[in-house]
T-cell receptor
Framework: GNSVTQMEGPVTLSEEAFLTINCTYTATGYPSLFWYVQYPGEGLQLLLKATKADDKGSNKGFEATYRKETTSFHLEKGSVQVSDSAVYFCALSDQTGNQFYFGTGTSLTVIP | EAEVAQSPRYKITEKSQAVAFWCDPISGHATLYWYRQILGQGPELLVQFQDESVVDDSQLPKDRFSAERLKGVDSTLKIQPAELGDSAMYLC????????????FGPGTRLTVT
């Protein structure tokens, strides 16, 4: 079946450090891949997405590349800020677009 | 900017009581989703509506949970009777079409069952 596996947290980084949050997936066919972010006390917000292999999603300095050969969609940012502190969820949508699967989330804390 | 509205934001109830949550999706969004998010985990889909019809409720515990979207706009999720294990965040999301792309989430309702 379809599933998403994220690196476990929590992750604590100093401001301006490089961020990588690993995400791998299992899916049949050609899923779409997403990163969502959840700030404290809020709902999930779409951060970026990629709909086919080798696509790169990007937003707010974050990037992730859809790698079919390694079934991965790792989230990266070159220089994190305190305001990036949140929980990040990797997710996939199956080929029909009607089923969504979320990872367990990775908590990021950025310290000044 | 249009948002998904949910109420209440927080709810404390005793086990065996009934509880209800309300969601108002973004205007014009035909698809509405209810998710349950247990602390430390990702959201799990409970039910999906396309307009007023249920598209997927395979993960909804139907012995105690019910959901409706009578006019294809706002929706109510009910639990009766509540159990301790129902303590979680209940998230509502909506999207324009049938595809799960571009889901917009509300702030959620935090339920605590005592």
């Amino acid at each position: 079946g379809n599933s998403v596996t994220q690196m476990e947290g929590p992750v604590t980084l100093s401001e301006e450090a490089f961020l990588t949050i690993n995400c791998t997936y299992t899916a049949t066919g050609y899923p779409s891949l997403f990163w969502y972010v959840q700030y404290p006390g809020e709902g999930l917000q779409l951060l970026l997405k990629a709909t086919k292999a080798d696509d790169k999603g990007s937003n707010k300095g974050f990037e992730a590349t859809y790698r079919k050969e390694t079934t991965s969609f790792h989230l990266e940012k070159g220089s994190v800020q305190v305001s990036d502190s949140a929980v990040y969820f990797c997710a996939l949508s199956d080929q029909t677009g009607n089923q969504f699967y979320f990872g367990t989330g990775t908590s990021l804390t950025v310290i000044p | 900017e249009a948002e998904v509205a949910q109420s209440p934001r927080y709810k404390i109830t005793e086990k065996s009581q009934a509880v209800a949550f309300w969601c108002d999706p973004i205007s014009g969004h035909a698809t509405l989703y209810w998710y349950r998010q247990i602390l430390g985990q990702g959201p799990e889909l409970l039910v999906q509506f396309q307009d007023e019809s249920v598209v997927d409720d395979s993960q909804l515990p139907k012995d105690r949970f019910s959901a409706e979207r009578l006019k294809g706009v706002d929706s109510t999720l009910k639990i009766q009777p509540a159990e301790l294990g129902d303590s979680a965040m209940y998230l509502c999301a909506s999207s324009f079409g049938e595809s799960a792309y571009e889901q917009y989430f509300g702030p959620g309702t935090r339920l605590t069952v005592t």
